[in-house]
């Protein structure tokens, strides 16, 4: 296996994680990369310097990429390399502030926090921060190293008091990873059993906001699935 590099990725970054491709020994390769920065394996990383992290979060671009990732790729990291001071002094150059600086940091710094919050909460996406970009390199270079493990890991909800049906059914689809609640409910809303889900083609499930292809495709592999586990 390979890690891929988006050929349109140009920065300082890249450099350090070639360099740590070759002091690792790990191939690598430059492609065109519709979704994500780098992928090895099924793990697509988007990194982001913290300055375009922030830029991102207030053009909201930030959210069509990692809903585009959370598509496509079963395991999803973002990984941010600097300081919020050091985003906050570079957005500064750029935007024109009204009113005082201290209140404009406070302002950014809880959208840059709450837009971590979301990402670890609603988008089943690991985030890792770092110092700097050759930590970042580092930290993508050993992830590709490793040797992934085959696992499904369902985590349990609360659970309430009183149960209904279509609790079990969200609860039975959330155990599939990259289905949400949100997901969830929706694919209830459309098909209404588990068995009619089962059922769906590829290209029906892909009709809901959310899915792409390769998350369908998961769905249906997963419920109609006959393999017997030990126990």
Known sequence: ?????????????????IEECNSLNIQHEKQWLEVGDYIFNDVCFEAKSTFDF???????????????????????VVILYGTFSDAFNRYKEHAKFGGPIKTQW??????????????ILDLDASILWVNDAK?????????????????????????????????????VLM????ISEKKAKSLIKKFGSLMEIGEATVDEISEIKGFGKTLASRLIEVLNSEEKIEV
């Not at 296996?1 to 994680?17: A, G």
């Not at 406070?106 to 990402?119: H, N, P, S, V």
């Open 175 to 178: 155990g599939i990873k990259g």
């Open 106 to 119: 406070t302002m950014l710094k809880r959208k840059f926090d709450g837009a971590i919050g979301r990402i």
């Open 135 to 171: 930590t970042a390199a580092r930290m993508i270079a050993v992830v590709a190293k490793m040797q992934p493990i085959d696992r499904n890991v369902y985590v349990p909800r609360m659970i309430k008091k009183k149960i209904s049906t279509d609790d079990l059914r969200i609860d």
């Open 1 to 17: 296996m390979k890690l891929v590099i988006d050929s349109r990725e140009h920065s300082e970054l890249t450099d350090f994680v």
């Open 54 to 76: 922030l830029q991102s979060i207030m053009n909201k671009r930030l959210w069509n990429q990692l809903d585009n990732m959370d598509r496509e790729f079963q395991n999803n």
